[in-house]
């Protein structure tokens, strides 16, 4: 057993793991944050990105042990880091929604992980960043057009322009 | 008639899409409970064996582990098959496939488990796998289904005979002939397969899980555990997306998740790993063609004659009714006076093949339209002339000796599809574009659908929807069919809304549950929409005849004289005074009306000969065109798909948004069949390609960047407000319209579907020479 | 409530090398070395890898940062993928680098997987290590006995084999940076545009004759076609010091054909290996001149 403190959407969590335990173990079994999805455990499919130190990963590789000091945030906290109104969504969210880029919703939660931290990165990208952004975040049901045009609209928003 | 502008319709949002952006929807993955134990199978490691003896005394010493069962630790029938009753829940004699499941564990943790599964001993005497769907044909071949009385490995068969084979041939101008072929194709959903099964203390079974057919789940389970349906309860989990790969194989899975939670009385959970689920669960069949086309100078076709042998794996699940769809759809939506159609479904050392978006109608097209363009190549005519020549008219008979209900919209599709595409502009004979590393191509493919199960499943076609309205105006609509991100959660409500006139925020949806409604048949087929919207009609309809006098009453004025929409009921000479749904609602609760209903509705009855093929196969039809633009790299083999426009004939588009993601979704899952998606085996049938590193989905770089959705909208005969199906024609032509581009690009023939960059800069090569212009 | 595998192995983070020199000598041949993790992750969930310690040597400040020294970037073995894209350095005096870094994985993988980790696996697959080969780095390795340093295609022997012995760790990589003439090209055939892993490789560096269409110090080297990733030195004889015409390209890049011996497997076959190997050459080639 390893204790490892980190945090997590902002609240700092202490938590015992063992040394094979993966982070998404440990934010799914140990801390009860289920949006991150297992797909193939591989870092293949990308259902499990979360942010760690700002960063997209899959927590499927990240062993849990590693994340010591480290700060993460999964889907449940990217809601809190566009500072809308109390209980708001991001604007990527809400684009999600608004353009109908869910479907069955399995990849959406590191879907929008990795588009958030794309939009933090770079304001206003070009398709080929945007392709690039999401290349390690599989999705089966929409052909990924909506899911473009739901982050070209989040960049909008949150650039002011809609 | 005319195509629905994007830009003027309104937003409609889906009702579950919040809790799946904020990471709050729960699969089934996400169930906990306490006292829970994990579920693992004792997988077969061969693919055709006889078990002599299975040794479980070591796992069952196991701490932690408590069950191991095999299958004389069955208390009802072993038996889980949906059509034929050839498939075991846990093996007892014979392994049929990699991963056939020979006994099964659950522990107090999943990697215990693994664990203990893998410490089952079971003596095998090993045979060799029988892969070969040719050779399995052939007689005195060995039988993968020996207790059968049958003495081949025939797992189905169907055929069609029209007119005058001989008669065909003697007026063709043109015989065209090719052997083909098709993939299997794995569904990848992004979930893997998951349930859980917890025993009620009034002795029922709840099962919990993604799944497309709680129905088919409720009789495997109740089959295995010998208990009634009442006491099997079985409730959709959220479901990560199922494509037909969740259709019949959680019966299988779950029952035996049910088993263990029978025998040990606590809640089992049963989840597979990616790899897991690729091994074990079921494919798109594969198939081997062949192909023989006549037809007259114009284009005009006087003979097919079509043979499709596909590969049912070790058990027939649900064969039967692929291949009939198949038989019924291999000559295309095309007037053809004289056929012979022979489909085999053989049963081989593989896992089984089932059901997967389209059905075998996708490899029919791969068929009918690859020989279709060779006709037009033959004749040096334009392949969309021919398909125009040939498509059905109101009135034509199709192959099966019956005309297509209400298919004025075929030939609209293939006109605004060659219009949208810039067609006429850009198509060139096959080869006669560009020179140089890069050639560009343009494909057609043109399909008809039969909507919902068919003449085979006529026995299980009729839906319920219950219908309550609140004392407060909210309506609580509850059906048998499930959102597997398809759109059922958000395109119902907006029918229930237009039929009761009210707004769709006050309808709620309950989860799908076999307690609220009697067996409301598959979510599959493309049906949902259509029979829980009729359904729905019927209940919103005794609803109305309940509540509507109450209304004219209450505003003083007739019935027929009221108008109830978007909330609001008023007698329409005086629209200013109105009354509110609540009021109406609350009027009626102090009145004592009855205000639940269940609609029910059975699909018009479709006939099929065994012997002749002649029958209506289907109760409606779809129709869509397709055209792909492709850029090949004949260096690489790679091809960039650019354009995809679809032309839907959708009868009517209640939610275009959700027509554009499941027509843009096609267009992803059929270019993957078409390029990329290449399932790999070693020599003894074991699957190589299990994970995302090797079996190539499309990602976002290989999305297609314009693909174009138009809904044609001739209302349907039978669908509510005249809707046609959409979810599987939307893959159906996909794939064929890659392979005819593919093929007009570069000017050689494409006779098998993955066309995978190798296969294609290899064909590439060989007839371009040595080089292949690498060197150019 | 904790997971619910028993343990399996231990785990040491350690913040110095002489931790994990103490480490390694401590667990011998079972313990494993962990960086990134993207690849040995995948191996312990698979149970492939069965280590009794783990010993994690990311925070080891000595395997960070990216610097320029004479004529050599110095660059730290857990420098990350996405790191070495951000590297202003990189991009000024190896942006060869950078364009393999780009085709790694996807933006998941780059930001955890590690240059060192992708040499030390010694995989022939590795997209980081041909523009290391191509560029004549060398990799320092250092165990409580010193330092040394090797080229770094010399580092690794047959897959998953390489010349690193028993408490020697990867520490940092030296890169010559380039001269303004050189020139170079990433070029990958994988299954996808990303997210993918090589089906075959080419990375070519050379120094242009100024003015003309003429290379040296021309250095090729390939992945996914041998048992490592390897040299290719007919092909380098075959380009350098010639002048590259467009109608004779093909015909030099057949060379290539001597320096590679492919394999069939899941990814591809050894023919159509063969085959691209030649195509990517020529045409990062002709984009080249």
């Known amino acids: 057993m390893i204790l490892v403190s980190f945090e997590v959407n902002g609240t700092a969590v202490r938590v015992e793991v063992e040394p094979q335990d993966t982070l998404l173990d440990v934010l799914r079994q140990s801390l009860g944050l289920l949006g991150s999805k297992e797909g193939c455990a591989e870092g293949e499919c990308g259902a499990c990105t979360v942010l760690l130190d700002g960063l997209p990963v899959t927590a499927c590789l990240v062993l849990a042990a590693k994340v010591e000091g480290c700060s993460v945030t999964t889907i449940e906290g990217v809601a809190s880091m566009w500072k809308g109104e109390e209980g708001a969504l991001h604007p990527v969210q809400e684009a999600f929604i608004d353009v109908g880029a869910v479907q069955c919703g399995y990849c959406i939660p590191g879907m929008i992980v990795s588009a958030v931290s794309l939009l933090e990165r770079d304001p206003s990208p070009d398709e080929k960043t945007l392709r690039q952004a999401l290349a390690g975040n599989f999705c089966r049901c929409t052909g990924y057009n909506k899911i473009f045009e739901a982050v070209r609209r989040a960049a909008n928003r949150m650039g002011g322009d809609l | ?776 | 409530m904790t997971a619910q595998t028993p343990t399996r192995f231990g785990y040491l983070r350690c913040s110095s090398l002489e931790d994990v020199f103490k480490a390694v000598a401590d667990h011998g041949e079972r313990a494993r070395i962990v960086a990134g993790g993207t690849d040995l992750v995948v191996g312990l969930q698979g149970r492939r890898l069965d280590p009794c310690m783990l010993v994690d040597l990311v925070r080891v400040p000595e395997l960070h940062g990216i610097e320029k020294a004479d004529d050599c970037l110095r660059i730290g073995a857990a420098t990350t993928y996405s790191q070495l894209l951000e590297s202003d350095l990189v991009s000024a005096h190896a942006p060869l680098l950078q364009q393999a870094a780009v085709e790694v994985g996807s933006v998941q993988i780059r930001n955890l997987g590690t240059l060192g980790g992708n040499l030390a696996n010694a995989s022939p697959a590795a997209d980081g290590v041909p523009p290391l080969v191509a560029l004549g780095a060398e990799v320092e390795l250092v165990s409580r006995n010193g330092t040394r340093r090797v080229l770094c295609e010399n580092f690794a022997t047959g897959p998953g084999q390489s010349v690193l012995e028993a408490g020697e760790i990867v520490v940092a990589f030296l890169v010559p940076v380039c001269h303004e003439h050189d020139e170079g090209f990433f070029s990958k055939l994988g299954p996808r545009d990303q997210q993918a892993i090589s089906i075959v490789s080419v990375t070519f560096s050379g120094r242009r004759v100024a003015g003309t269409r003429r290379y040296e110090s021309v250095r090729i080297a390939c992945g996914s076609v041998a048992p490592t990733v390897v040299r290719a030195f007919r092909a380098e004889e075959a380009l350098s010091g010639i002048e590259l015409e467009p109608e004779t390209l093909f015909r030099s890049s057949r060379a290539i054909l001597a320096d590679i011996s492919p394999i069939d497997d899941v990814r591809g076959s050894a023919e159509y290996r063969r085959d691209q190997a030649v195509g990517l050459l020529r045409s990062g080639l002709e984009a080249l001149l």
């Open chain 2, 1 to 776: 008639m005319s195509a629905n502008p994007p830009a003027q319709r309104d937003i409609v949002r889906r009702p579950d899409a919040r809790a799946k952006v904020t990471g709050k929807a729960v699969y089934a993955a996400d169930l906990i409970r306490s006292s829970m134990l994990f579920a693992s199978i004792v997988e077969s490691p061969h693919p055709f064996a006889r078990v002599r003896h299975v040794d479980a005394a070591d796992a069952r010493a196991m701490d932690g582990v408590e069950a191991v069962l095999t299958a004389a630790d069955i208390p009802g029938r072993n038996q889980i098959g949906v059509i034929q009753k050839d498939q075991p829940a846990i093996v007892s004699d014979w392994v049929r496939h990699p991963g056939d499941c020979v006994a099964l564990v659950a522990a107090d943790s999943p990697d215990l488990a693994h664990r203990a599964a893998q410490a089952v001993r079971v003596d095998y005497e090993v045979l060799e796998p029988q892969l070969d769907t040719l050779k399995n044909l052939e007689r005195n071949h060995p039988l993968i289904h020996p207790e059968r009385d049958q003495r081949d490995n025939l797992c189905s068969r169907h055929k069609i005979r029209r007119g005058d084979m001989e008669a065909g041939w003697r007026e063709a101008d043109v015989v065209v002939e090719a052997d083909l072929e098709t993939g299997a194709q794995e569904h990848m959903y992004l979930e893997p397969m998951a349930c859980l099964v917890t025993p009620e203390p009034d002795g029922r079974l709840r099962v919990e899980g993604s799944m497309q057919c709680p129905y088919y789940v409720q009789a495997a389970v109740a089959s295995v555990t010998g208990l009634p349906f009442s006491k099997v309860r079985v409730i959709q989990g959220t479901t990560g997306g199922g494509f037909g790969g969740k259709e019949d194989t959680p019966s299988e899975f779950f029952s035996r998740c049910a088993l263990l939670a029978q025998a040990v009385d606590r809640p089992v959970k049963l989840f597979l790993d990616r790899e897991q689920d690729v091994r074990l669960t079921s494919k798109r069949h594969p198939t081997r063609m062949h192909y023989r086309v006549g037809a007259k100078q114009d284009g005009t076709l006087t003979a097919i004659e079509a043979r499709i042998v596909g590969d049912a794996g070790a058990y027939a699940t649900l064969t039967p009714v692929v291949m009939y769809r198949s038989t019924v759809h291999a000559c295309g939506p095309y007037r053809v006076p004289n056929a012979c159609v022979d489909t085999f479904g053989v049963y081989t050392n593989r896992v089984p093949s089932g059901a997967f978006r389209g059905f075998g109608a996708p490899q029919a097209c791969f068929g009918i339209e690859t020989m279709m363009d060779r006709v037009a190549t033959a004749l040096q005519l334009d392949p969309c002339e021919v398909r125009l020549r040939n498509a059905l008219r109101p009135g034509d008979e199709a192959v099966t000796s019956h005309a297509l209900p209400s298919c004025d919209g075929l030939e609209d599709t293939i006109r605004v599809a060659r219009e949208r595409s810039g067609w006429s502009q850009n198509w060139h004979p096959p080869g006669a574009g560009s020179t140089g590393r890069y050639r560009d191509g343009m494909g057609m493919a043109t399909i008809h659908y039969g909507n919902s199960l068919g003449s085979p499943g006529w026995y299980l076609d009729a839906s319920g929807a219950h219908l309550q309205v609140n004392r407060d105006g909210s309506v609580a609509l509850a059906i048998g069919h499930t959102e597997l991100g398809q759109g059922v959660l958000t395109v119902l409500p907006l029918i229930v809304a237009q039929a009761l006139g009210v707004t769709r925020e006050h309808v709620t949806m309950r989860p799908v549950d076999t307690d609220n409604l009697p067996d409301c048949g598959p979510t599959v087929a493309s049906r949902a929409t259509i029979m829980s919207g009729n359904a729905i009609l019927d209940a919103a309809g005794q609803l109305l005849d309940r509540l509507r006098p109450l209304g004219a009453k209450l505003l003083d004025g007739e019935e027929d004289e009221l108008q109830i929409e978007e909330g609001k009921l008023y007698i329409r000479s005086d629209p200013e005074n109105f009354m509110t749904w609540e009021e109406l609602a609350e009027e009626a609760f102090l009145a004592n009306v009855h205000l639940a209903a269940v609609g029910w509705w059975v699909a018009p009855p479709s006939t099929f000969d065994s012997e002749t093929g002649v029958g209506t196969c289907y109760f409606q039809y779809a129709y869509a065109t397709h055209v792909a633009r492709v850029q090949v790299d004949t260096w690489t083999g790679k091809v960039r798909v650019e354009k995809f426009t679809c032309v839907h004939d959708v009868g009517r588009a209640i939610y275009p948004a959700g027509i554009e993601g499941q027509v843009e979704g096609g267009v992803s899952q059929g270019v993957g069949y078409a390029l990329l998606e290449d399932l790999r085996e070693n020599p003894s049938g074991h699957i190589l390609t299990h994970n995302f590193s090797t079996y190539i989905l499309p990602s976002a770089m290989e999305a297609v960047p314009d693909v174009e959705t138009v809904c044609l909208e001739y209302p349907a005969p039978h669908g509510p407000l005249g809707v046609r199906s959409v979810g599987e024609p939307a893959i159906i032509p996909v794939a064929s319209a890659v392979a005819c581009a593919i093929a007009n690009a570069i000017g050689l023939p494409v006779d098998r579907i993955p066309c995978t960059a190798e296969r294609l800069r290899l064909a590439w090569r060989s007839a371009a020479g040595e080089g292949g212009e690498i060197e150019a």
